[in-house]
């Protein structure tokens, strides 16, 4: 007989559904729209919003900042971590470097799923 917790029949479910959990669908979509940023496919705002290390003189020649990291503005406050500006670099900047140059959007979303429903279900979180 399993011992199942409370949530645990949630959980089960949407793993089995391939669905994931709140947070990691967060993670999702702001990963999702950093990569169309890259590829030309996103809106001017929300390029404005983001900035690649590499063009900053004092970071460009540092190894931790490749062409696609991107800088995570200090907020002083809890809430202003939630922000675009703040929250989508995090996550991106999160991201296994091997997701980061794929061009092909339908590639990209799908190789992002199957990393964030194994970090969600296997206990590695981003």
């Known amino acids: 007989m399993l011992d199942l917790k409370l949530g645990d029949h949630v959980t089960l479910a949407l793993r089995e559904l391939h669905w994931l959990p709140i947070t990691e ?16 496919h996103a809106p001017d705002y ?11 003189p004092s970071r460009s020649s540092l190894r931790s900042s490749s062409k696609t990291d991107l800088v ?30 794929l061009h092909s959007t339908a590639s990209f979303k799908s190789k992002l799923k199957s990393f964030l429903l194994h970090a969600a279900y296997t206990g590695n979180t981003m």
């Open 25 to 40: 669908r967060i993670q999702c979509k702001l990963c999702l729209l950093v990569h169309k940023m890259f590829v030309g």
């Open 46 to 56: 929300i390029a404005s919003l983001l900035m690649r290390a590499s063009d900053i």
């Open 72 to 101: 995570v503005p200090r907020t002083s406050r809890k809430i202003g971590d939630r922000a675009f500006s703040v929250a989508s670099p995090r996550a991106w900047n999160q991201l296994l470097t091997n997701l980061k140059p």
